[in-house]
């Protein structure tokens, strides 16, 4: 890593010299700290890729350092202990250290520990980056714990290059834009991304967009046409709304998954594409299967992954950033300049079920942004029924016959509300018939703040 920043934190100054010297003539960029504060500061100022850390400091120990570099910086921490205590640098290494060096140490030994250091410090970051493309790719938002699980899923299946894959989720939970992010994170992706909308419509109208055909092959075929499969290939074919395919062209589908081949209609020759299928849909195709309607054949081929996306009610902890990010698309498309949304708004938000999911979040964003006349969003803003629906039932459970424990009761709604609001207090108080300060109160009696 050319010019790494080292960080160099003992209280033994002429030890520290040595090692910065020695260091600096290497072409590092040396940082020297002999406390826990001034180490701080200069963590503050720019965090480094390697640190040093000694056990015993002055003001405290190194490992509290060492916990807060690991928590919040990508560096690599080196601890530094003395003849003899090897327990605490075992211990150092449970918290995250890298390595660790024992008193008195060759500068050879030193360079050699540090150059694996660097190594892991750039390694972790290609892991964040990674991460990050995931977590923002597409635009995709999800921090919530179920999504995070749905982009694991996907992290594991996208390389895997000719697995086919079947979507499930209610409608506009986002199953279009899954497919395209596997498609991105495919060794595929600079390939085409062939999205078909399966429909009952007609039968020879279907297979030839999706096989093609010879000329002649029907009344209207003039010409011969190549099918959205061809065009698949070496890229990926998406199936979207499966649950419609006709039993003939689900078993031409399956023909086609099982061995890459196909024909056009009224072709007599086979052709090979190599392309990765995936498919989505928002019906339970388990239930088609039983009623006769879906093959179970191909439900089992298609099913070698199920990704199943949560309907948003199950992950209102997305609803922040969801409408944060609606926010600023609209802003961008009709130039305005929300700021933001009221904490009553958007405990409206949180509290409604949205049987449209996200797609019905956004096209709420994109009308209040569009009609709002104000800098920030709010209550009057939201389509009527989200406006009047705001009734809070009041009696949820019964006591039952071993009664409740009212205090775990009420902090587990605490922390759900707060959770669904984003951690907006005004918000989370709006979901529960309490003011802020009464929820903070309540934070503190639950010594979830001091
Ligand atoms: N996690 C998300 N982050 C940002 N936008 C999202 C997310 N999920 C869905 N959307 C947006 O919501 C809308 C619906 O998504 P999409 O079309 O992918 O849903 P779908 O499940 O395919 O719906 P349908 O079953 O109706 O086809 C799109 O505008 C999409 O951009
Ligand atoms: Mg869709």
Excluded at 34 to 61: H, I, N, Y
Excluded at 95 to 113: H, N, Q, V
Excluded at 147 to 155: D, G, H, K, S
Aim: with cysteine; hydrophobic share 45%; glycine share 8%.
């Amino acid at each position: 890593m050319a010019d790494a920043r080292i960080l160099v934190v003992d209280d033994d100054d002429f030890f520290r010299l040595i090692i910065a010297e020695r260091l600096g003539g290497l072409g590092y960029d040396v940082g020297q700290a002999g406390s826990l504060a001034q180490a701080r500061a200069l963590v503050a100022e720019a965090p480094p890729d390697v640190a040093l850390l000694d056990v015993r400091l002055p003001d405290g120990d190194g490992t509290e350092l060492l916990a807060e570099l690991v928590r919040d910086t990508d560096a690599a921490c080196v601890m530094i202990t003395a003849h003899g205590t090897v327990e605490s640098a075992v211990a150092a290494l449970k918290l995250g250290a890298a390595d660790y060096l024992e008193k008195p140490f060759s500068l050879e030994r030193l360079e050699a520990t540090l150059a694996s250091a660097l190594e892991r410090t750039a390694l972790r970051r290609e892991v964040r980056a990674l991460r990050e493309r995931f977590g923002r790719a597409g635009g995709m938002v999800g921090a919530s714990a179920p999504m995070q699980e749905v982009f694991a899923l996907i992290e594991r299946v996208a390389p895997a290059d000719s697995t086919t894959v079947l979507i499930t989720g209610e409608t506009g939970t986002g199953k279009g834009m899954i497919a395209r992010l596997l498609h991105q994170l495919s060794p595929r992706a600079a390939g085409p991304f062939v999205n078909v909308t399966c429909s009952a419509l007609s039968e020879t109208l279907m297979e030839s967009e999706l096989f093609g055909h010879e000329k002649g092959a029907f009344t209207d075929a003039h010409t011969q046409k190549r099918g959205l499969v061809e065009l698949a290939d070496r890229g990926t074919l998406f199936l979207d709304e499966i649950g419609e395919l006709t039993p003939r062209l689900q078993g031409k589908l399956l023909g086609f998954i099982e061995d890459k081949v196909f024909r056009r209609l009224g072709g007599t020759r086979d052709l090979r594409v190599d392309a990765r299928v995936l498919a989505a849909t928002n019906r339970e195709l388990a239930v088609e299967v039983e009623a006769g309607r879906f093959r179970a054949d191909l439900f089992y081929r298609l099913q070698v992954v199920p990704i199943r996306i949560p309907p948003l009610r199950e992950r209102p902890a997305d609803i922040p950033a969801l409408t944060k990010t609606f926010i600023e698309e609209f802003n961008r498309e009709f130039g305005k300049r929300i700021r933001g949304i009221t904490p009553e708004a958007l405990a409206r938000l949180a509290q409604h079920r949205w049987p449209g999911n996200v797609r019905e979040l956004r096209n709420v964003i994109e009308r209040s942004v569009l009609l709002a006349e104000d800098h920030v969003l709010t209550l009057e803003m939201l389509p009527p029924e989200l406006r009047d629906a705001g009734r809070r039932p009041t009696a949820v459970l019964d006591l039952g016959p071993e009664g409740v424990d009212l205090q775990a009761l009420e902090r587990s709604l605490l922390l759900e509300a707060l959770r669904r609001t984003g951690g907006n207090r005004t918000a989370a108080g709006a979901l529960l018939g309490l003011s802020r300060h009464q929820i903070r109160n309540r934070l503190r009696k639950f010594a979830l703040e001091s």
